[in-house]
């Protein structure tokens, strides 16, 4: 059965016609294709509008709701405005790459079904490495290799957990799991390892900042989100996804403050604010679920516009470390504009994006009374502005004079930061157009002087901390170490260990075994030897007396 | 003005009354000192945390 022409398609077409396309052609369709995916999208009707089959089981590729819509056309749109930041500048194969990296989140938006889910989802996992890939070689390489490997395990683990599903209840529909079996958890494991969920999110900071400056608007976007959707789908109200979230949230912040790569920053960020979706999620009330929807509706706009903004810098200096840049909003307003309003939105200051779609998680978490989740997020609310609202861009475009004086964004890339500074604010003012596509009906005011008081205390108090304490923020020519410190040395430490320590053994028991065979060899020839106790004949009676000796050694233990 | 952006935001409270949800929220200038509080004990945290995690830049390619 097929109702309607699958989203992803078109994607995928795109994608594959791009390369095969040269100048303004290739231009014109990667342009082109999102906008029309953006257009099919919208004639998905709601319910399964497309049906297959596959071994014994109906397949559902295409299944409309509201929210599943809200995601895709965010993928597309991102699809969409990242191809025009890219399209003068990216290679030919990482826009097309990217195309079918979006077709994957678009083709998990609709997927009806776990084994469609997992096609997508594997399909994002193969592009995104190439868009990984695209980055700067030499140092990419390995780091491809760590972000390919990672995912093809989180698929895997997806798998596994599929199939237990199917065998457990003979049904393959995306509904909500009850983690009451293994099947579930396994299912959830695979999720939270593309949602960047402790303690598996070092491969996001480890791959993202070292694709190309284009590359990372792209993978900023889909990998983490079509997660949280997942998650949406799959575990809403799971208990446990609120202590992850939260455990997120405060990861991102502490590693971002330590750290010096611009992007690296927003990559920690990422971590930081997908955590408060998934906490939603955990919450998993309808007031909830819409602000998990809203907020990476909202993220999706401002993380991409602020790897924009850090894209053009990298891309015009060739410098991604916060110790070497500085001074350039002289030179680079647009950019350092754009960047502010992401900063300021990531923040959810008042009148941008964050402000009107993350408080909705807040307010879930008051309604729910959990109060030590609601002081929690209002600390952590705090603790973005610090991380990414200012330090971002003050160490890039204030601090101190740097001497660069590169030039302002290519016009495609300024046109691209200024449609999505624009989204920023359109949605921070008039949030209302935004909560009508959101999964359940919202009665929420964003705007009392109330929760405007509360959050401008909150964040510019939190920026008076960063500026009394900025002797201690300067950055430093350091990393900080993470949990894939275990796999890139902690494995080849072990097994370096246990080799030594097998050496070691070995010199050690060297003369002791030597010893034990001497001496063991000569007592075995004393027993064995012809004259030996056991070698030698016996006599008749003493053989009789050891029979009779054994049998009785036998009733006795038989009696016992 | 920092300062007085900052003074005006807790003195705005006196006009405009922050309805807590949990009592102490309410409190004159509570979200002030709650932010003030969570960003430096969030930097000390971090900073903590960089004693023992901290390596050289070089520190997986060496």
Redesign the interface.
Known sequence: MIEVLPPTLVLIAGGVLSALMRGMLRSAVVLLTPLITLYVIWQVPDGVAMTAHYLDFTSEPVEGSPLRRLFASIFAFMAFVGALFAFRHAKWYELAAAHLYAAGAVGVSFAGDLITLFVYWELMAIFSTVVVWCGDRP?VHAAGIRYAAIHLAGGVILMAGIEAIMVHTGSIEILPLALDNVGAWLVLAGVLLNAAAVPISAWLSDAYPRSSPTGSVFLSAFTTKAAVLALILLFPGAGILVPIGLAMI?YG???A??E?DVRRILAYSIVNQVGFMVCAVGIGTEVAINGAAAHAFAHIIYKALLFMSAGVVIYRTGENLCSNLGGLYRTMPVTAVCGIIGALSISSFPLTSGFTTKSLISEAA?LEGL?VV??LL??AS??VF?HAGIKFPWFVFFQKDSGLRPKDAPWNMAAAMIIMSAACILIGVFPEPLYALLPYPVVYEAY???KV???????????????L?LP??QR???????VDWLW??GLARAWEGGTRLVDHAAARLGPIRKRIAESGGSTLARTLSPSGVLGRSWQIGTTALWVAVMLLAYVVIYML | MFSIALALTVLAQLVFPVKGYFGVDGWFGFGALFGFGSCVLMVFGAKLLGLVLKRPDGYYHD
């Not at chain 1, 008081?453 to 500026?467: C, D, E, K, M, R």
């Open positions: 140092k405060f912040i502490i590693y403050l330590l010096n008051q109060t609601y002081f209002a600390a705090a603790g610090l009392t002087a109330s008081i509360f959050y401008l205390q909150l964040l510019l108090f939190s920026g008076l901390a960063f500026f304490l201690w923020m430093t020519l350091t990393i900080t170490l993470d890139r040395r």
